[in-house]
């Protein structure tokens, strides 16, 4: 794995920066990432280039050893070109444009900026493409970050229209697809369909849909703009963009299948602050972040590209979630030491010297403003000496598939029937049970070859490709429905057959009726193992007459005697989402009956294996005994046979 950090040489005065590669290299970073911001100092007038401080900050860099990560600096297009060409302006829902004075003040749909993009990716790939110090080149920075993927531009509006043209051939068969006939919304023509932005009350779903699917395709056509560019004039060099956490507005596994390495901005105290985890939980994981988030991203990032990493490593309490807590000590070497484990290929810190001015002045970095060490300098030296003992690993398959795409959770975030439902919840919170049984898991899209898994998981999908049914129906794995699974047609409509649509013929059940619960209601279920709880979402099934082929058998009952949990050979329906008490007891049902090994391991404990090692984490504030989870004798690359909070332990298996 390769250590980096995000750096900045024009905050800093010039003499500085041969100081700062030469500290870099000393506490064992690899590569820096420099440049995404700095449009504005790459050509001050339309057309001037000044290249030279930045060849010199590259060359100080490089003659340091370190590899450098070029970002192209599209997120900040200076002001004389706003000025110029307001039409590079994204515009919200009421059509007001976003302001100068921030970043991501842009629209993917507007050709002038497309046309900027190119020439200023052009010049600067160009000038750095084959210079011996370029590794990899980063994207822009955060596409949609700042809620930045719509806009509601006319340049939006015209590719919009063009977008459907493209896609339904007929006006009619949009009306059709949209059910148009429905509040008398019917269009004449492609040229009458709006942006579906500021309507009296909510606009059609299948509208709305399609919108979001348009606004997917412009980033992925936005990036796809760089990514050409970058492969004609810097071969050899990977590609990556910078993702963020819990962030689903653009399709991350269409970028993905774009660039060579998919890397993400991993807050852990940040998101957990942003977080609807319940307050109690946020008392205590206050410095260490929610033990499966990080990883959780990991595991979703790891299934978008080749190869995966974290560009943004958090190192101290940052500026921009409602209260910004510092991390425990220990914290930043436990998130970077986590990320190896699921197989990251990079890592690298934001930032390395805390910017006493502007937005970020409050962000920690791996020093202070004066230049002293923070407390994540020696952490981040730790790391590297921890990774030189590891040496090479080659991150393998889990035993666990999780399956989410991008569709599904629009569909869910256009109409979520139940307040704060969403896919990503749901399929977090799968994700947390089954984590939470030490088991690793692989979080995946529909199109992905599920064929050597031993639990396949569907966390609620509504739209459902042929293709995933095909694979599931020749799986012999152990294969979990959620509820919601196949409740809707492509377009955004319910499927003739009722839901769960295509998984009809595999579960057996027709879902007749669904109901949204307040956070309040528990319902019950009795099972022969117990009681099960369900909270959220309750459905009501028909079940196939007792004659027909596919023999269903009820394995649970709600209270009211209806079914909650109906299995079809090694097909399970579950009409009901589980509490996390509940869910955490099914995952281990369900992974026992897949032939694995369960281990619970409590609140903040966490396993990951890899290859032949296996490691541990603590996010507890106590003490955590390893004894039961390792074998026989342990051969200890780091830490022992109990964890101290915020500890790290790995061990060959
Ligand atoms: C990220 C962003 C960085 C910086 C950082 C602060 O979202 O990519 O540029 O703003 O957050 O935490």
């Known amino acids: 794995m390769r250590l980096g950090v995000c750096y900045y040489p024009e905050h800093w005065p010039e003499e500085m920066w041969a100081g700062d590669a030469r500290q870099m290299a000393e506490i064992g970073l690899s590569c820096v990432r420099i440049g995404e911001f700095a449009w504005a100092r790459f050509e001050p007038e339309p057309g001037r280039f000044e290249w030279a401080w930045f060849d010199r900050a590259i060359d100080t860099l490089h003659g340091e050893g370190l590899g450098l990560i070029l970002g192209t600096p599209t997120a900040t297009p200076p002001k004389r070109l706003i000025d110029r060409h307001p039409d590079i302006l994204a515009q919200d829902a009421h059509g007001r444009p ?123 056509r936005f990036n796809r703009e760089q990514v050409d560019i970058i492969r004609q004039h810097s071969p050899g060099r990977e590609i990556t963009h910078n993702f963020m956490g819990a962030f689903t507005a653009f399709d991350h596994h269409k970028v993905g299948a774009d660039i060579d390495i998919a890397t993400w901005d991993s807050y852990p105290l940040g998101f957990l602050d942003l977080s609807p985890v319940p307050d109690d939980l946020k008392r205590y994981w206050l410095r260490q972040g929610h033990p499966d988030f990080q990883a959780f991203h990991h595991d979703l990032y ?104 991008y569709e ?48 396949i998981v569907l966390p609620g999908l509504p739209i459902i490709q042929d293709a995933l049914v095909d694979q599931i129906r020749s799986s012999r794995a152990q294969v979990v ?3 919601r699974s196949g409740s809707k047609t492509g377009t955004f409509q319910i499927p003739p057959e009722l839901p769960p649509g295509k998984l009809r013929s595999l579960s057996g059940v027709k879902v007749v009726r669904v109901e949204s619960l307040r956070p309040s209601i528990i319902e019950t279920a009795h099972w022969a193992g117990g009681e099960l709880r369900i909270v959220n979402w309750r459905e009501h099934l028909e079940l196939p007459p007792p004659d027909s082929e ?10 009211d005697g209806a079914p909650f949990w109906v299995e079809s050979d090694n097909i399970h329906y579950l009409a009901g989402w589980p509490d996390p008490d509940t869910a955490f007891n099914l995952s281990g049902i369900f992974a026992k009956r897949a032939g694995l090994e369960p281990r619970p391991l409590g609140l903040s404990l966490r396993l990951r294996r890899i290859g032949r090692l296996e490691f541990a984490f603590n996010y507890g504030l106590e003490t955590e005994p390893l004894e039961g989870l390792l074998p026989e004798t342990p051969d200890f690359i780091l830490g022992g046979p109990t964890l101290p909070p915020a500890g790290v332990a790995a061990w060959r298996s």
């Not at 697809?177 to 299948?206: C, I």
């Not at 139940?418 to 979080?443: C, E, P, V, W």
């Not at 596919?550 to 209270?559: I, P, Q, S």
């Open 98 to 220: 976003r302001r100068f004075g921030s970043r991501r003040h842009y629209c993917f749909s507007s050709e002038t900026y497309r046309r900027e993009c190119r020439r200023i990716v052009s010049e600067m790939v160009k000038r750095y493409g084959e210079h011996p110090g370029v590794v990899m080149w980063q994207t822009d920075n955060e596409y949609g970050c700042h809620d930045t993927v719509e806009s509601y531009s006319p340049a939006a509006k015209a590719a919009f229209r063009l977008w459907l043209k493209d896609r339904y051939g007929e006006i009619d068969a949009l009306n059709d697809a949209w059910g148009t006939t429905f509040w008398s919304q019917t269009y004449r023509s492609f040229d009458e369909v709006d942006l579906p932005g500021a309507t009296v009350t909510e606009a059609n779903p299948s509208h709305r849909l399609d919108f979001q699917r348009f606004s997917s395709d412009q980033v992925a």
């Open 408 to 455: 599904g959770q629009w569909t869910h975030m256009v109409q979520p029937q139940g307040r704060g439902m969403d896919l990503l919840r749901q399929t977090f919170d799968a994700y947390s049970a089954l984590r939470s049984n030490g088991l690793s898991i692989d979080i995946l899209p529909q199109s992905a070859d599920l064929s050597d898994y031993k639990l």
């Open 550 to 559: 596919l023999g269903v058998h009820v394995e649970a009952r709600f209270a």
């Open 302 to 405: 790891r299934g978008c590209s080749h190869k995966w990493g974290v560009m943004e490593q958090q190192p101290g309490p940052v500026n921009w979630a409602p209260y910004n807590p510092a991390p425990l000590p220990g914290m930043v070497r436990l998130w970077s030491l986590e990320a190896m484990a699921h197989g990251a290929d990079l890592v690298s810190w934001f930032r390395w010297r805390q910017v006493p001015f502007a937005q970020e002045h409050m962000h920690a970095g791996l020093q202070r403003p004066d230049g002293e060490p923070a407390p994540a300098y020696e952490e981040a030296r730790q790391v590297a000496e921890d990774v030189a003992r590891l040496g090479m690993m080659q991150p393998g398959q889990a035993d666990v598939a999780l399956i989410f795409d």
């Open 481 to 483: 429905i959620l509820p």
